[in-house]
């Protein structure tokens, strides 16, 4: 299967901005996702990139794609104690199949 | 609440046993999804119905099967169970086929000993 990879753990200031990156191998993905996983919880959508754009930004997230180097970052601006979780990345292929990196945990310290 | 529901919440069971979990999409939801999330293998996308019909296979192992009904509601059987099948089961649906929104359920984590 396709890699996706992402660094295990995080940790910054509350207040300060959160970089959370991913790199991945497969050159024919459709999308790319970002989601949160809180302790004892499933997985919630928090942002998603079509394959032919560069940038995404929602509220307080930011989502780069470097389609050329495969490196996908989410960056949230003004981290707080309640974005502490795992975050995924996910990709999709044109075979509509699912990928999944090994999750970033983000550690906000007050 | 992202209005997709799963039972049981918890399973123990013992290696070699089959079990069945059920998954209840959110209304109006065409698609679902299972995942496998384990320790060791982190999160793997199992097998995708849409409408009733499969769509999309992933990691799944031949023990393992999925179906989706009529009233789309999904079961996923685990059969031959092995201790390295002890993991969290996630339901996800979405509206359509290839749509990019998922909305997970809370999980079912299993227990095999």
């Known amino acids: 299967g396709e890699d996706v990879e992402q660094s295990l753990f995080l940790s910054v200031r509350e207040g300060d901005s959160s970089v959370i990156n991913c790199t991945y191998t497969?050159?024919?993905?459709?999308?790319l996702y970002w989601y949160k996983q809180e302790p004892g919880a499933g997985l919630q959508l928090l942002t998603y990139?079509?394959?032919?754009?560069d940038m995404k930004q929602d509220q307080r997230l930011t989502v780069l794609l470097n389609k050329k180097d495969k490196h996908l970052s989410l960056r949230i601006a003004d981290t707080q104690t309640g974005d502490s979780a795992i975050y995924f990345c996910?990709?999709?292929?044109?075979?509509?199949?699912?990928?999944f990196g090994t999750g970033t945990s983000l550690t906000v310290i007050p | 609440d992202s209005g997709v529901t799963q039972t049981p919440k918890h399973l123990i069971t013992a290696t070699g046993q089959r079990v069945t979990l059920r998954c209840s999409p959110r209304?109006?939801?065409?698609?679902v999804y299972w995942y496998q999330q384990s320790l060791d293998q982190g999160l793997q996308f199992l097998i995708q119905?849409?409408?009733?019909?499969?769509?999309a296979k992933g990691n799944i192992l031949e023990r393992f099967s999925a179906q989706q009904f009529p009233d789309l509601h999904s079961e996923l059987n685990l059969s031959s169970l092995e201790l390295g099948d002890s993991a969290l089961y996630f339901c996800?649906?979405?509206?359509?086929?290839?749509?990019?929104?998922?909305?997970f359920g809370p999980g079912t984590r299993l227990t095999v000993l």
């Open positions: 996800a649906s979405s509206v359509g086929d290839h749509t990019d929104t998922q909305y």
């Open positions: 497969d050159s024919s993905s459709t999308y």
């Open positions: 990139i079509f394959s032919n754009m």
């Open positions: 996910a990709e999709k292929d044109t075979g509509n199949q699912f990928y």
């Open positions: 209304s109006g939801d065409l698609s």
């Open positions: 119905y849409y409408n009733g019909e499969e769509r």
